[in-house]
């Protein structure tokens, strides 16, 4: 059996591929960026496989023919600030009509508890499939609560993509939000005493946006 049946590792080749370079300390800010933009394009190839479709008919040059859409209009990606940020583009470039719905909140430094600092309204939550992103699953901390917020605001329908999870923090997930799959590029080994994932990659925020 699984040992966290929620969780899918999209280990692909070229994703190990890049991930390597992320987990990197001389890759540069610029590159760290693309690289995060490339695997987030291949992780929501992943994580939008089972969306459902609905018949359209289109006429082609030569004749009518019957196609098929994603609901894109009611697809709403969750970014937890500030690194989640980071898999904003390369979703919005792949489905350009989704949502983008963000949810503020940092890791107090000192006893590693997320804080919440801002969150969008949300408009008929329970008609729409929610994606929410962040690179780092650490302690799980940030993600459950962010997943409270949107269920409280009354979100049924939601997946979590991240780019590194630690075995803690899936535990945690899984525990709190059963329902809800986890789809990462990476199942790292353990947190070390300051909650970082190692091996990771270490703060993501800080490694994308140039702060420490
Ligand atoms: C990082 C990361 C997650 C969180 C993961 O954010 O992007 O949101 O930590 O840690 P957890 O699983 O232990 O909660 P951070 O709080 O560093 O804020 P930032 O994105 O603004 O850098
Ligand atoms: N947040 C990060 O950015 N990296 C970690 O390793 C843990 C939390």
């Known amino acids: 059996m ?19 370079y992320i987990r990197d300390k001389s890759t540069s800010k610029r590159e760290f960026k693309a690289l ?37 209009r009611n697809l709403v990606i969750v970014p937890l600030l500030r690194a989640g940020l980071g898999f904003v ?5 792949l489905i350009p009509n989704c949502i983008v719905s963000h949810v503020g909140m940092y890791r107090d430094h000192v006893t590693k508890e997320p804080v919440t600092y801002y969150t969008n309204e949300m408009h008929n939550p329970g008609e ?3 994606i929410m992103v962040d690179p780092m699953l650490a302690t799980g901390g940030s993600a459950v609560a962010a997943v409270d917020f949107l269920k409280a605001s009354g979100a049924r ?8 999870a630690a075995p ?13 799959p986890i789809f990462a590029a990476a199942l790292d080994e353990k947190l070390n005493e300051d909650a970082y994932i190692l091996p990771g990659l270490g703060d993501a925020g800080d490694r994308l946006f140039g702060t420490n």
């Open 2 to 20: 699984k040992q966290f049946p929620t969780l899918t590792v999209t280990n692909h080749p070229l994703i190990q591929h890049k991930l390597t």
């Open 36 to 72: 995060i933009d490339e695997v987030g394009a291949l992780l929501t190839y992943e994580i939008t496989r089972d969306l459902p479709l609905t018949a359209v008919e289109v006429e082609t040059p030569l004749q009518k023919t019957e196609c098929h859409k994603i609901d894109d």
């Open 89 to 93: 583009d390369s979703i919005q470039d």
């Open 128 to 130: 729409k499939s929610f």
């Open 157 to 164: 329908d939601i997946r979590f993509m991240c780019l590194v």
């Open 168 to 180: 803690e923090g899936v535990e945690l997930f899984a525990k709190a939000h059963p329902d809800v």
